[in-house]
């Protein structure tokens, strides 16, 4: 199913430079756009750029309310904006779980209850994503189990050959 969507690229062609609107169009066309989320009227999305920025936009009919974290500040919408724009009208978005959240509180594990949860409960309890979170974290800190993980899935890659 196919999300109405309440904006076209006239849209951002207005709400952007000309400049702005051709780089946003550039890095689009350069795949810097990475996941898309849309929950309701509300899209987050990531652009890389010089690093990577958290782009957001809210449609809420035909106002269309675009924001991101990077310094533009020269007038319209940055070009993350227009990157997303244009994913978005692409239709490179996924539909955002219910109650998504990257928090330990979403698996309701309330450690002032009497029942204490093992590691092999919080782990299984916790969502992939945040698992996938922690570890690219951990990974990226850590040479050593960075390298292991990589002889891990090489590993595995040859066993699935
Ligand atoms: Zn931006």
Redesign the pocket.
């Known amino acids: 199913m196919k999300t109405k969507l309440a904006f076209d690229i006239a849209d951002l062609k207005l709400l952007a430079t000309h400049s702005s609107f051709e780089r946003g169009s550039d890095y689009y066309d350069q795949g810097r756009v990475k996941k898309v989320i849309n929950k309701q009227n509300i899209f987050e999305g990531k ?1 890389k ?1 010089t690093s990577i ?1 958290d ?1 957001r936009l809210i449609a809420d009919g035909h106002a269309l309310d675009f924001t ?5 500040e020269m007038g319209g ?5 227009v990157a997303m724009g244009l994913a978005i009208l692409d239709g490179e978005f996924e539909a955002g779980q219910e109650e998504a959240n990257l928090n330990l509180q979403s698996v309701e594990i309330k450690p002032s209850q009497s029942h204490t949860y093992t590691f092999e409960e919080i782990f299984y309890l916790t969502k992939d994503e945040l698992k996938t979170q922690f570890l690219h974290q951990q990974l990226t800190q850590n040479e050593q189990l960075k390298n292991e993980f990589i002889q891990y899935i090489d590993r595995r890659a040859k066993e699935h050959r």
């Open positions: 652009v750029g920025y782009t991101c974290n990077c310094t533009y919408i940055c070009k993350h904006c």
